[in-house]
């Protein structure tokens, strides 16, 4: 069975810190993982893409994979209060198009 | 991003009626579109994945002959919830898939409260 796991949190940060967002699969043949961020009574949108191991860097988002350990981050540098939201990790296995999501983790970044 | 368009963002109706919701693409053709629903404070649940052209396949426990999904062509895909009921209020919101790297771009959602 297909399972991504994220801790539900709230991660608390206090603002210009760095946020670390954890998520872990259980499929070895997901071959490529999503991070969405999704404001309250708002629909998801996409932040990143990743599918090599390693950083994949955009803007004041990183994104690592380590596909040995079936582990993918997020990390936020310089978080804002704008940054508070639930921030959704998914995974999708080679030749399919379904995403399979994680529960979400909840950032709250304070001022 | 790819940007993707629901109508309506939200409705209210009438227990026993039913309700159409349109999901398009606006800006790349979609072969595959995806539907899901969100109850408050709850995660993502995929209800059913639509193809042009073909059936809907339906995600287990979804009822196909209450929510009625029609994908005539690559930028509109419509999820009808027939003889809704209180328990089918929730957040309902569709996504479009696949653009240059596949990804799923969300349209904004539909807020459904059945009286």
């Known amino acids: 069975q297909k399972e991504v796991e994220q801790n539900s949190g709230p991660l608390s940060v206090p603002e210009g810190a760095i946020a670390s967002l954890n998520c872990t699969y259980s499929d070895r043949g997901s071959q490529s993982f999503f991070w969405y961020r999704q404001y309250s009574g708002k629909s998801p949108e996409l932040i990143m893409f990743?599918?090599?191991?390693g950083d994949k860097e955009d803007g004041r988002f990183t994104a690592q994979l380590n596909k040995a350990s079936q582990y993918v981050s997020l990390l936020i540098r310089d978080s804002q209060p704008s940054d508070s939201a639930t921030y959704l990790c998914?995974?999708?296995?080679?030749?399919?198009?379904?995403?399979?999501f994680g529960k979400g983790t909840m950032l709250l970044v304070s001022p | 991003g790819a940007v993707v368009s629901q109508h309506p963002s939200w409705v209210i109706c009438k227990s026993g009626t039913s309700v159409k919701i349109e999901c398009r693409s606006l800006d790349f053709q979609a072969t595959t579109m995806f539907w899901y629903r969100q109850f408050p404070k709850q995660s993502l649940m995929l209800m059913a994945t639509s193809n042009e052209g073909s059936k809907a396949t339906y995600e287990q426990g979804v009822e196909k002959d209450k929510f009625l999904i029609n994908h005539a062509s690559l930028t509109l895909s419509t999820l009808t919830v027939t003889s809704a009921h209180p328990e089918d209020s929730s957040f309902y919101i569709c996504?479009?898939?696949?653009?240059?790297?596949?990804?799923?771009?969300f349209g904004p959602g539909t807020r459904l409260t059945v009286l």
């Open positions: 998914a995974s999708r296995v080679s030749g399919y198009s379904t995403l399979t």
């Open positions: 990743i599918y090599s191991n």
């Open positions: 996504s479009a898939c696949c653009s240059t790297n596949n990804e799923q771009f």
